[in-house]
């Protein structure tokens, strides 16, 4: 289907070309120098003394966190109801059970503190947070009650590359940060992720489960540095490539610009459709924190049929999605105590995700606030 506006757009120009390029030109296709300096600019880019490890993607980010931190069975962690099934997943996979907090509100879909603090039994671990649609949790709160609980603090940074809170970044406040590079993430490598952390010990670790265990890579026997390796545990692999790690590259030095449009076009989306009937907007501004503007989500007012919403944009060229579909209502978790989480399954209901992209125009947004305007009208 041809859109007028749809969903996402890659901001790619000739600088992702010519880096992929340079790549087959080089001749060396695995983890290499690029990766390295991928790592250790994406560091820098964090601050707060991180260490960051690339990885294949997100979900292998999250899988490593857990490994990391031995999180296994008989353990829980509590995880966002609000969020995308790998947070979940990631815990059944280390035969560990997901605990679902809350909302804290519907102007605020990130984790609420107080019933993340409901939720902790004599078996949770860890909590996995997650900066839904790149606006930063309630950090102080959050860091507070792991600290006074004794949980491991992951946080799946998905949405938020260069989010930040009071003036320091998402990502550096927990054990272990989890970042995707998927192609709709603010930094775009197609598929790709990082790990990052401030803890030598767990830093190390987790370059050894993303290898195999293996203590020297390829590249290390290539340039002389190495011989041959040992296998100190058992690892998995997932690498990243030198093609993702070029693309990573470009797309760290164009990330704040890139943000700043997004929040240029999250303001257009407010003064177009603030006021709207029937539309609320979540996340109102606060000073303590800046958001990298993942995504724009919108609350339909209670009763419209929200599917009847996407037909009617979609006839007039808007492409629109959904973040989230509730996670028990999957077949794999239909039936699981997952915990209450009654504002998460409104918003569940009743989410709807509009148009947002780097290289989008204001003029962009008023097609898609006509057509949003003419759908409800529409459905009445």
């Known amino acids: 289907m041809e859109w007028k506006v749809q969903l996402f757009k890659l901001n790619y120009d000739q600088r992702e070309a010519d880096a992929v390029a340079d790549v087959i030109r080089s001749g060396w296709l695995t983890m290499g120098e690029r990766t390295v300096a991928f790592e250790r600019e994406f560091a820098a880019y964090l601050g707060a003394g991180t260490m960051a490890a690339a990885v294949s993607n997100g979900t292998a980010a999250l899988h490593l966190a857990l490994l990391a931190l031995d999180i296994g069975p008989g353990d829980e962690v509590i995880v966002p109801a609000q969020t995308f099934v790998a947070d979940i997943n990631a815990v059944m996979l280390v035969g560990a059970t997901p605990v679902m907090a809350d909302c804290t509100s519907f102007e605020d879909w990130n984790m609420d503190p107080a019933d993340i603090e409901r939720k902790i039994t004599d078996r949770t671990r860890a909590v996995l947070i997650v900066h839904y649609a790149g606006v930063p949790c309630d950090m102080d709160a959050i860091v507070s009650l792991c600290q006074r609980k004794g949980l491991k603090l992951i946080e799946d940074c998905a949405h938020a590359p260069g989010a930040s809170y009071k003036g320091r970044s998402v990502g550096t406040f927990g054990d272990v940060g989890c970042w995707s590079f998927f192609t709709n993430k603010n930094l775009s490598v197609g598929e790709g992720g990082m790990v990052t952390t401030r803890s030598d010990d767990l830093d190390r670790e987790m370059r050894y489960l993303r290898s195999h265990g293996m203590t020297t890579l390829t590249l290390d026997r290539h340039k002389g540095r190495a011989v041959t390796y040992d296998v100190v545990r058992p690892g998995l692999n997932y690498r990243i490539d030198e093609i993702r790690a070029a693309l990573g590259l470009v797309q760290l030095a164009k990330l704040d610009a890139a943000n700043a ?79 209450a989480t009654p504002i998460a399954d409104e918003v569940a209901k009743r989410e709807l995700t509009l148009p947002l992209y780097p290289d989008m125009t204001e003029g962009d947004v008023q097609v898609v606030a006509d057509a949003l305007r003419k759908a409800l009208v529409k459905i009445g």
């Open 261 to 339: 449009s997004r929040r240029k076009i999250v303001e257009a989306y407010r003064r177009e459709i603030g006021g709207l009937e029937g539309v609320a907007l979540p996340f109102p501004d606060r000073d303590d924190r800046v958001a990298s503007s993942h995504i724009f989500p919108i609350l339909l007012r209670e009763g419209i049929e929200r599917l009847e919403v996407v037909e009617s944009l979609k006839a007039d060229g808007v492409q629109s999605s959904i973040h989230y579909p509730a996670i028990h209502h999957f077949t794999a978790y239909s039936g699981m105590d997952l915990g």
